[in-house]
């Protein structure tokens, strides 16, 4: 089935396999079955800002409520939109979107899964813009109806020099969403 995507009110929704779920932009990340549960926040991007030092250096943690006993693997995959540049054109910076599941918290949780975005590299001043799937398969858990996933999502400076890279990753519902399609059996 083809990846298809429509607009319910001024939210954009992909729908795989006829199963969909989309993020609310705040600082309490949720995911919700239905788009028109979403509210609009003041949060639209996340940014590393200027950064000369390879690491990660900025991150969103999206929680998701577990309904009931469930066991099995799956995948969470992300779909949005990104941007990159650097304060000089250069091809020695590089940045990514990571992406990673933890049943429970990230500082005690057992990590289900990670991948890695492909690394941007905009060898320009002006914002080079990118679009971001990344899929991330979880290993086989075991999890109750008390506990919660973690969905973190990070901006790692992979390579830097004095010079310097930024990277962004959009959140906007209203013209660059971020969405993640959760497919646990």
């Known amino acids: 089935m083809p990846l298809e995507t429509r607009v319910e ?13 989309a993020v609310k932009a705040a600082n309490d990340y949720v ?5 028109s549960a979403l509210q609009k926040s003041d949060e639209s991007v996340i940014d590393t800002e200027m950064q000369t030092e390879p690491g990660v250096h900025a991150r969103r943690d999206y929680k998701l409520a ?3 006993y ?7 995959v992300l779909f ?8 000089v054109a250069s091809d020695s910076n590089a940045a990514r979107v990571n992406l990673k599941v933890y049943h429970g918290s990230p500082t005690g949780g057992d990590l289900l899964g990670s991948a890695n975005g492909t690394e941007r590299i ?8 990118y679009t971001e799937i990344i899929a991330c398969t979880l290993s086989k858990y075991r999890l109750s ?3 919660y996933l973690t969905i973190r999502v990070e901006l790692e400076v992979t390579e830097a020099d004095a010079n310097g890279i930024q990277m962004k990753l959009y ?8 969405l993640f399609y959760v497919n646990m059996p």
């Open 9 to 21: 009110g001024t939210y954009a929704v992909v729908d795989v396999s006829g199963i969909w779920t």
């Open 31 to 35: 995911l919700v079955p239905n788009v």
């Open 122 to 129: 905009p060898n320009n001043t002006s914002e080079q813009s």
């Open 70 to 76: 469930m066991e099995g693997g799956g995948m969470i």
């Open 66 to 68: 577990i309904p009931g």
């Open 145 to 147: 109806g008390a506990s």
């Open 171 to 178: 959140a906007d519902p209203d013209t660059k969403p971020l």
């Open 80 to 87: 949005g939109s990104s941007g990159a540049l650097n304060s």
